[in-house]
């Protein structure tokens, strides 16, 4: 079966290009993926010239040209249904999405925290900085509430006698991990 992935991404587009070499264009146990989309919400990002390294030019729909996050994501929700994407997957995407966007687009989104705690922006630094033992990524549904929709996987390690860099390294290796893999699982899931 053929799926069709759109991926938003706001910067250095590490999580896409993981995307895009995990994922695009490979059959993983009888499913082949395609990245259909790339959609970025910044003009000078970098992950726009790693998509450019698999032949994928970036759409780009830049928010502060909207009045109102509501029609940001109309546009967002038009590219996305003409891409024809089966899923759309958050990859360092830094906005807050309207019910116009979340009732409309099945998507997935990357959190580098063990949900429900540390949601939002600062989630690495609050969950480092927290008294807890062990830290993690989470890779959830997306819905109204801001890093609340239902968990699909979670990864976690402890972060004893970790400096602020080796923690951040962690998470973000954890990350380039779980977010494949849980796309995989997604459909793996509806076989």
Not at 149 to 162: C, H, R, T, V, Y
Request: aromatic share 8%; glycine share 6%.
């Amino acid at each position: 079966m053929l799926i069709k992935l759109a991926v938003l991404f706001s910067g250095n587009g590490s999580n896409l290009e993981n995307i895009l070499e995990k994922l695009h264009r490979k059959t993983i146990r009888g499913n082949t993926y395609e990245v259909v989309l790339c959609l970025c919400n910044k003009k000078n990002a970098f992950g726009i010239q790693r998509a450019k390294k698999y032949e994928l030019e970036s759409v780009i729909v830049e928010h502060e040209n909207f009045s109102s996050r509501e029609e940001f994501d109309q546009v967002l929700v038009e590219k996305i249904q003409k891409s024809g994407a089966d899923l759309t997957i958050l990859a360092g995407f830094m906005r807050i999405l309207s019910p116009v966007f979340t009732k409309n687009i099945k998507a997935i989104n990357l959190h580098p925290s063990l949900l429900p705690l540390f949601k939002g922006a600062h989630a690495i630094e609050e969950s480092f900085k927290s008294d807890m033992k062990v830290a993690g990524v989470s890779v959830h549904w997306v819905n109204e509430e801001l890093d609340g929709g239902k968990i699909i996987s979670q990864k976690a390690f402890e972060k004893e006698d970790m400096d602020f860099n080796e923690f951040e390294t962690k998470i973000h290796t954890l990350e380039y991990e779980i977010l494949p893999d849980s796309v995989i699982k997604i459909f793996e899931k509806q076989l």
